[in-house]
């Protein structure tokens, strides 16, 4: 039996988004979802009741991170990531390849997988497709990934197509050392750069793996946002509708409601709570760095289209003066808000889905919330 | 009509401490009491929510870092400190006299007041009594305090003696400043270094001014612990029985205790707070210091006589991975837990009055801290 189950509700018929629900070891998600990042096994500031309290239903965790501290095997003993950070929720884990290859001068690349130094304390790692799925396996998250090359911005032909090819070998060897596939879904990661045409042979390759979901790798990588949103339309197309599908590290309310659009299920990104540790909200009418004097004495709340514990009780003069201060309430209350504004931005992505208006909905969105003040 | 009352409930048989309840604009105490350290508006880390749940009925704000920042006027904009903050129960300020006179090269005194500069951008500033309860008014706490010169340890008596007799007249000037008397109680604070008749004559001048209320200070300046509760034995038995007591800047466990043995009703200290957000806790069993390495895989909770969010909800080997990592959730976690141990235990020191044992508490309250462990 697969350990989770994606049931597509319906598809809108303004925008062709998809509504589904996603059955996991660990609860019932009404996609297309947002995930807050917890990279460290922490949400960064905010306990496990407050992430409930805003109807987050999974967190995304990193592999990298927890596997040079505190040590996948730490976590095991703990009883697992879900029991070790308290969150009784759904849990996916990324591969730690994202992080690896991000090392640049510290990493080596084999086809056997990849030697790096830690950036903690320069000491000597290895991860492959085996080991990855081996610390994904001792965290056990409900939805793990694929040990996968994320290819950089710009890359030529050759080097993308070699690079796609390696991750489709490595999605196999990782499908074949996963231990739990009754309890955790391991997703393939499609990557194929900006070519189409590789695009679409990565999507047909893993689907030949057979996946119980699938990932957008490589992606808001630095290119322009028409060339991602074409490859992810043309990705999309390629992947079987009765799986879900997860555009990985992407969340800013426009390449959300985008998409959606062109058939994604599944985001996470840092940007909420980065952002707000540096004092900016994320508000319907688009960003507002709270540090700027022109908040000194403005005690109005937050975003005046919001109810959030933040937006309910405390005003921009005293957000203003938490940050300025760097007091830790203030990264706080601003993250509180940020992932509230996502996850609230995703139920009525949901709703408009539901009602066949998701196109209106998103004039409407950005009527408000302009894109010059996007992110 | 005077802002405040005091009601000593009753006086424990066995030590002498008081029991008593403290009527406020903004509700009613039971004391003794600790009061949580908000220095800039916020009680570091914690939302008022989290303090309500450990039952913390009165904070503390520093005038000094509000003046500075984000200013009282500003506040007074924002409709006054609770509402600035969010914290609808009562609140006590102090008077920046402590901070100022901290500054030491930065600051220069005379009988009209300080001169000092500011810690954050060297900006020239100016504090007397009346501008300490000016700002004080503006920032509208219900217990403020006048604006005192905290003796230094050592002190000459030559030193000492002028220094108190200026705290005594500048208490008077600031009794004259003070505007808000019905809604605002003034206290007077009581100083005179280490010499028992500067104490004796501090503690009878200012009950010649006559406040609703009186502070000890200049203890626990670095003095033997010996001395203090000499000094501070000697203090309070000078001290009105029908008016609250409040001893400044402590809060160690030992001298918790102590001090309500010795007749004082109030305390407050950044300490619990502080070592939190260093990763040190306080215990049934003493100081635990969270990053050790012994407590990598102790999977147990941080205290195991405590029922505190923190103690339900996580254990040492998480708490260690969010110390060690730096992430906020850390020093969350463990602020609230210390938090809780100290307004929890002044709980039962409440109980043990109302039992005439609170020399028996001391006793089974160090047999399992140790003082060993101590602050």
């Known amino acids: 039996m697969e350990a989770i189950r994606y049931e597509l ?21 009404d996609t297309p979802i947002f995930m807050p990042v917890g990279t460290q096994a922490t949400v960064k500031s905010m306990t496990p009741e407050e992430l409930k309290e805003m109807e987050a239903k999974i967190i995304l965790s990193n592999t990298y991170h927890l596997f040079l501290r505190p040590g996948h095997k730490l976590v095991e003993k703990a009883g697992g990531l ?24 510290l990493r080596k690349i084999t086809e056997e997988g990849v030697l790096f130094r830690s950036h903690l304390d320069g000491s000597k790692q290895f991860l492959s497709p085996e080991i990855a799925i081996g610390v994904q396996n001792s965290l056990g998250a409900d939805i793990i990934m694929s040990f996968d090359e994320c290819t950089p911005y710009p890359a030529d032909h050759s080097y993308t197509k070699h690079s796609m090819e390696r991750t489709t070998r490595w999605a196999k060897r990782g499908k074949d050392a996963h231990k739990y596939p009754d309890r955790q879904a391991l997703f393939g990661i499609v990557q194929g750069g900006m070519y189409k045409e590789l695009r679409y042979e990565s999507a047909m390759q893993l689907q030949e793996i057979d996946f119980p979901g699938y990932s957008i790798g490589g992606l808001s990588v630095g290119e322009p946002k028409g060339m991602m949103r074409e490859i992810l339309s043309h990705t999309t197309r390629f992947l079987p509708k009765d799986k879900p599908r997860y555009l990985m590290g992407v969340g800013t309310p426009d390449d959300l409601i985008d998409g959606v659009i062109l058939g994604v299920d599944m985001f996470d990104c840092v940007l909420p709570t980065r952002i707000a540790r540096n004092g900016t909200a994320m508000t319907s009418r688009g960003r507002l760095v709270v540090r700027n004097a022109t908040y000194m004495e403005d005690f109005s709340k937050l975003d005046e289209n919001c109810d959030c514990y933040t937006c309910r009780n405390y005003s921009r003069a005293y957000l203003r003066h938490l940050v300025k201060t760097d007091e830790i309430l203030g990264a706080r209350l601003i993250s509180y808000h940020n992932l509230y504004f996502l ?8 709703e408009a889905i539901m009602e066949d208006r998701l196109l209106d909905f998103k004039k409407e969105f950005f009527e408000s919330y302009g894109y010059e003040k996007n992110f």
């Open 343 to 350: 996850l609230n931005l995703m139920k009525k992505i949901r």
């Open 82 to 105: 879900h029991k070790f950070m308290n969150w009784d929720r759904a849990i996916l884990t990324d591969s730690g390849g994202f992080q690896v290859f991000s090392l640049g001068d």
């Open 9 to 29: 509700i319906k598809t809108c018929k303004q925008s062709g988004a998809r509504l589904g629900r996603l059955h996991t070891p660990h609860g019932v998600i």
